[in-house]
């Protein structure tokens, strides 16, 4: 399984938040790995409206951006160390219940992280579906031009599958930037599964650095 997030970053509702996520993540992973029979389902049911419902008058929340500093700002871990957790992360945010359990490392100039997809991710039977694979590799090439001091938005992916990329089993995905281009950065990667190459990407990203400082003020 993925490392954990470093917590000493993560506020005590943060930390609530991440805790909340996990267990609806497990849910969604036993759900599609067992066969409770049709009562226990409604049952289950029947509890989880009456939760929901009460979450649901709860204040809305605004999900707000940090003030942004500029580019000196963005600090990269150091090599070996884990990328800071962006707790509401659609792909890896530990906080999001749709996320996938990863965490991204800095290896010298290039990311790395290892993943275990569980039950809901499989597609054809003992293989991850390929879209969720797709995910991993944009989330992962995201942290690439932090090492550069700049934010970036994807701006096309291409993934080649080369083999399956199994669920219930680790599969470490690695990402390093080819070249930058004025605001361009092209990058790669690939997916192994122990010695397999399972998977291989390329992608273009556009540095965003001067937009976000624009919108959000430096």
């Known amino acids: 399984m993925a490392q954990d997030p470093p917590s000493g970053e993560h506020t005590e509702d943060e930390l609530a938040r991440i805790a909340l996520a996990t267990e609806l993540r497990r849910g969604m992973h036993l759900l599609v790995a067992r066969e409770p029979s049709t009562a226990d389902m409604a049952k289950l049911t029947h509890s989880l409206r009456g939760l929901f419902d009460e979450l649901d008058t709860t204040p809305e ?55 275990t997809l569980d039950a809901a991710f499989e597609g054809a039977p003992g293989r991850s579906h390929g879209g969720f694979v797709s995910a991993i590799f944009d989330d992962l090439f995201g942290s690439l031009p932090m090492l550069h001091g700049k934010i970036a938005f994807t701006a096309s992916l291409t993934i080649n599958y080369a083999a399956p990329s199994p669920v219930f089993e680790p599969v470490t995905y690695r990402g390093w930037v080819d070249r930058i281009e004025g605001k ?25 650095t001067e937009m976000m400082a624009s919108l959000y003020g430096a």
């Open 184 to 208: 361009k950065i092209f990058v790669e990667g690939e997916a192994h599964y122990g010695e397999t190459l399972v998977t291989s990407a390329t992608g273009l990203f556009i540095d965003a």
């Open 61 to 115: 929340r605004v999900r707000g951006t940090r003030e942004w500093q500029g580019p000196e700002a963005i600090s990269p871990p150091a090599d070996g160390e884990l990328f800071a957790d962006s707790v509401d992360r659609p792909v890896s945010g530990s906080g999001n219940p749709f996320s996938v359990p990863m965490v991204v490392r800095r290896d010298g100039d290039a990311v790395v992280s290892t993943v």
